[in-house]
């Protein structure tokens, strides 16, 4: 029993294990020291789910064999524009979230498939190049959303034309998510609903990956010259990772947005994708493998561990900027931890 103890203790990795203590702890301070345990809990759920989406973009990205997306920030902008022109053309409700991630997944399919055509000329320098690509989206959208021949008030900027920078949400989609089939347990709310949205696109994930097309895609990214000699098109299979992983990173900051209760454009996308590449690699995958289960774990201890130390700041030093600071170190910290995974697995 101890033996099987060591090695799944060595198998879940000493790093995620400490960094699940150090939750733990977190965890264990906020209820000692009364520090509304109950919401803090809530919130750590509610960041689970908001973020969830945009971190299961890396798995078609890493299994197809092109890397870690840094540029996600791609499928971003394309699910934000699709919530503008949702809203520009006057949906509300749940339809405005559905035509925005339809609208959102059209622009990804397109701008994946161009991206993935790049990936495969660069083959070995995707992940360093992807952040200049993903850089250099962002810096073209902001020109996208100055001149955007927008009409509706709640998009316009109140000085002329373009988009605002924040776009409230309340009128259309804004906590729709969050606010769907919530359970309260004791002092904590869980967004029962949330988690099984979030659930089912896992699932169908899943269910893609283990389907003929995505076991020939994991094939393909896993052994390139095994994949040719099936006669199977590494090319076309790195294509369709990168438009998978660009289509769900379109979808997640809609599910981002809604929570957050605003669409926040311009140079707002520049860092997300290091946060869903640092969640990822906590969760125990690497540049060539990647799980569902690794986006389960890395989501929650990444932004649990964001959700706790504020409070726990806040009580410690009341009357300074402490929580702010730890914040800050906590978050980059982290993410330094993850790039150095990557520099080791290269």
């Known amino acids: ?42 919130d750590v759920l509610v ?20 890397g870690l997306n840094f540029a996600s920030t791609l499928g971003i902008s394309c699910g934000l524009l699709g919530g503008v022109l949702s809203i520009e053309f006057g949906f509300t ?5 559905i035509m925005a991630g339809i609208i959102g997944c059209v622009f990804a399919v397109l701008i994946g498939a161009l991206y993935g055509k790049l990936l ?41 034309g373009g988009v605002r920078l924040n776009v409230e949400l309340s009128a259309t989609f804004g906590h729709m998510l969050n606010d769907f089939l919530p359970v309260k347990v004791g002092s904590i709310t869980i967004p029962l609903g949330f ?24 094939v393909a990214g896993e052994n390139p010259k095994f994949a040719q000699a099936l006669d199977i098109s590494v090319n076309k299979n790195r294509i369709l990772g990168t438009m998978l992983s660009t289509m769900i990173s379109a979808i997640g900051i809609l599910f981002y947005a809604q929570s957050y209760g605003f669409l926040q454009l311009y140079t707002a ?11 990822v690699l906590i969760g125990g995958a690497t540049t060539r493998k990647a799980s569902i289960g690794n986006v389960v774990l890395g989501t929650l201890l990444f932004n ?28 980059n910290g982290i993410i330094v931890y993850a790039l150095t995974k990557i520099k080791r697995e290269v």
């Open 93 to 97: 409700g749940l339809l405005s979230l």
């Open 304 to 331: 649990g561990i964001l959700a706790t130390s504020t409070p726990v700041a806040n009580a410690l030093a009341p009357d300074s900027n402490l929580a702010e600071i730890v914040r800050i170190i906590v978050s």
């Open 195 to 218: 988690m099984l949205v979030c659930a089912a696109f896992a699932l169908l994930l899943g269910l893609f990956l283990n389907s003929r097309t995505g076991r020939m895609m994991r």
């Open 47 to 66: 960041r689970w789910c908001m973020n969830f989406v945009l971190v299961l973009a890396m798995v078609p990205s890493v299994l197809s064999g092109c």
């Open 120 to 160: 495969n000329y660069i083959k070995g320098s995707e992940m360093m190049i992807a952040t200049y690509v993903g850089f250099a989206f962002v810096s073209l959208m902001c020109i996208v959303w100055v001149f955007l021949p927008i009409t509706n008030d709640t998009l316009r900027l109140a000085m002329g």
């Open 269 to 279: 996308p520049l860092k997300m994708s290091f946060l869903a590449v640092a969640a």
């Open 1 to 42: 029993m101890n033996e099987k103890i060591v090695n799944g203790l060595k198998r879940f990795g000493s790093a995620r294990l400490i960094i699940s203590l150090f939750f733990i702890v977190l965890l264990v301070i906020t209820y000692v020291m009364d520090l509304s345990f109950g919401a803090t809990v809530s």
